[in-house]
């Protein structure tokens, strides 16, 4: 294997072959607008011409390279081969061997997979160190030599380097159980349930990016989906995936992907019922309700002759197509055409020419009577309708009717929609009319996820695969699930496989002990978590003041390194924000990026920082029905050091 100053030489020659490949694709642009064909080849042709040349471009000063295997002689196609791994294929000339592979090429799952025990062919498994963009050193591993390896310090080190900024890449530091999840087929959905810090996040977005270098082709028609808990989440994994080199990828929370624009609030008892499964049940009912019995014959006047369906066909026709039909509006759609199909066959028998133009005219014709039976709706006024007067929601009882009925009635137009609402109406459309579907959907922290909103997921991706991300212990909304099992029921995927990740790379193991003491009264069934490492600083403290404390505590901390999150209970927040800023420490909110930042623990959920600063972990608790599991949230967020900061009595699972 070469020494470090040829690496060196290797690393100044990928990064001019990288140049020139963005300097080749930028110039490619310029000739494909000008290519020769049909609109729709030169359009597509300068679509990807273009998406080649930003991608390759974003990829900036990023090292070319985070890894090199060599194989040994008895390899077959390998043998004495050396490959470079990197976040995307490098090339210095069409024809030859590349440069640098892509990390999500099958030849690159040996450099995670193999081991001293499986070898897999290779000699020598090279990691190398970085510092500022510039090479510092490298750490071999010699596997066929039979002798167990040690922990890589070099993972180490990076695993346990300072947050600061959005969340990283693991490209470098991928585990080989994290690599077996990532590589799994578009075909196969999985749940995987991940303690903090154990990468569930960072895995299903490199699973991604893999999927769509594998299965291009299939998933760019309908693309994947990320859905994410909050803004704030979704701010802070924004830079994985373009780093890892795919940009349209859609990332968004569940509210946004709802699109409505939401105006009030639930009362705890409203919302709950809204949430529930029943509710599915309940608004079908509310739209096939308004089918009705047809009280008389279709006929349809043609110049001298009058067409006609006799009550009873029109009858049955509704029967028929009501237990055929897929969604509402296709029903209604497939009577329309039925009726006029037996009106042509009428004509066509007296020798009618039955083209177009008579075809809808007639269509336009017996709409009419199919309004009369069959009428067109709206989601939102059959809701409306529904909420304002909830009693023929048979499937619940009378005080869930009257949680959920509106004060007085309400026309769709002046309604002034909820969060929950939002699901329903999504709801509500789905049994008019089928919703676009993804290619692939990947849910993270979807142990939060209610009935309701599991199955919006699920339509849209009804006929494609799901990652599912969460942890039960982590559950904090009303509706949080308490098994894999049945979630993975709402979203569509009963026998998604369930895979358990309990080895924590970010979080240390002094803070790791910690949490683990509040799983007993977290009543889930989830594994202990085990931390990879071994470093970590841990301090709780009684203070008198809290926001004075809250200062100290900051001042402290910026005298290290990394990013620091003041996380406490969401009414206690303002007080330690004034504290903050009258003594001059800047600070941003959950969505910012400056190094301190103040996040209220209801948005503390995925989030990551160097130090955490805990407030009154008794308030976290008492602030909610799920408190002992936001504490678990909150105080699992810290990559590095906790304090944690307390006037009042500790709960007692931390004393």
Known sequence: MPDLDEERAYADRCRDALRRMVAGARENVAVGEHTWGDRYTAERLGFYLKTLARD?????????????????????EHSRQRYYLGRRHISDAIGRPPLVIDWRAPVSAAFYQASAVEPRGIDTRRRFGWSANRLTSFEDEHLLSGAPAGDSELVRREIERARVGPMRDIVATIQPEQDTLVRTGLDVSVCIQGAPGTGKTAVGLHRAAYLLYAYRSRLQRNGVLV??????????????????GEVDVEQTTIEQLLDREVRAVDEPAAAAVKHDARMADVLHDAVYRRIGRPDRAVVVA??????????????????????????????????????????????????????GVWLRRMAR??????????PLLKADEVLASLLSDPREATGLTCEEQQAIAWPRPRKAKTARWTAADAVLLDEVGAVLERVPTYGHVIVDEAQDLSPMQCRAIARRSDHN???????????????????????????????????????????????????????????????PTRSFRSDGELTITHVDDLAAGCVAAVRRALAGEGSIGVIAADHRLPALTDALKATGIEFSAADGDARVTAVPATLAKG??????????????????PRGPNRLYVVLTRAVSRLDVLHHRALPPELH
């Open 56 to 76: 390759i471009g974003e990829e900036g000063d990023n090292p070319p390279f985070f890894g090199a295997i060599a194989y040994g002689a008895a390899a077959g």
């Open 227 to 244: 859905l994410g808990p909050n803004r704030a989440f979704l701010h802070y994994i924004s830079a994985v995936l373009p780093t890892l």
């Open 302 to 355: 043609d110049e001298s002759y009058k067409w006609r369906v006799n009550q009873h066909e029109f009858a049955e026709m509704v029967d028929e197509i009501r237990t055929e039909a897929t969604t509402y509006l296709t029903g209604r759609e497939r009577l329309v055409a039925r009726i006029v199909a037996a009106l042509q066959r009428q004509a066509e028998a007296r020798g009618q020419n039955c083209n």
């Open 365 to 374: 014709a017996v709409t009419p009577y199919v309004e009369e039976v069959w």
């Open 465 to 527: 695969s799901i990652t599912v991300l969460g942890d039960l212990a982590q559950g904090t909304t009303p509706w949080a699930a308490t098994d894999w099992r049945s979630q993975l029921t709402y979203l569509g995927k009963p026998t998604a496989e369930i895979v358990a990740l309990s080895t924590g790379y970010r979080v240390p193991a002094t803070v790791v002990e910690l949490a683990n003491r509040l799983l007993t009264a977290l009543q889930v069934e989830v594994p």
């Open 607 to 624: 989030l990551e920082y160097d130090h955490v600063i805990a407030i009154e972990p008794a308030e976290i608790i008492t602030a909610e």
